[in-house]
Every structure is written in C-alpha cells, then in structure tokens.
C-alpha cells in the first residue's frame, strides 16, 4: 500500500503486540485498520486499571526540598504509558 500523505513511498506493516500496525518509513506516518485503534485503547484501559491498584509502598529516598523522588535526580517521574512500548 502507497502512503497517502507522500504518494510514491511504500508503507512498511509491523507487529507489535498483536497488532498490525502500517507506518512509512518517510514522514512517519502511522496507519491503523479498522479495529486496530479500539484494541489499542482497550489494552491501554487495561493496562492503567492493573498499574492503579495500590500495592504496599516500599522504601524511597524522598528530597523533601523538591517533593521529588532521589531516584530521578530531581526530575519529575513519569510512568510510561502503554502507547510508548507500542511505538518504541
């Protein structure tokens, strides 16, 4: 299949996760059939409904003068969500 957006480069298929995903190599254009975007949200559902279950805390260095955790180095930390592993 032609990428719609350049006309004459040819879309590359992939699979992650069990889903087909066409994308062009060129402008990095992301194609989805139909179906592919509701699995992806539906495992995207899950996967945050399995990370907000509470779980006991463990021990963290905490600098109280930042309210951040030690282990970034003062930067703030930002859980990784289901759409990054799927287009990493």
Not at 27 to 41: A, F, N, P, T, V
């Amino acid at each position: 299949m032609q990428c719609p957006i350049c006309k004459d480069v040819q879309l590359v298929m992939s699979e992650r996760q069990g889903i087909e995903i066409d994308y062009c190599p060129q402008c990095r254009g992301i194609w989805l059939d139909r179906g592919e975007l509701d699995k992806i949200i539906e495992r995207s559902a899950a996967s945050q409904a399995a990370s907000a279950t509470p779980s006991a805390p463990g021990p963290t260095a905490t600098d109280q003068s930042w309210g951040r955790s030690a282990e970034h180095h003062g930067k703030p930390y930002r859980k990784k969500s289901f759409l990054s592993e799927l287009f990493d």
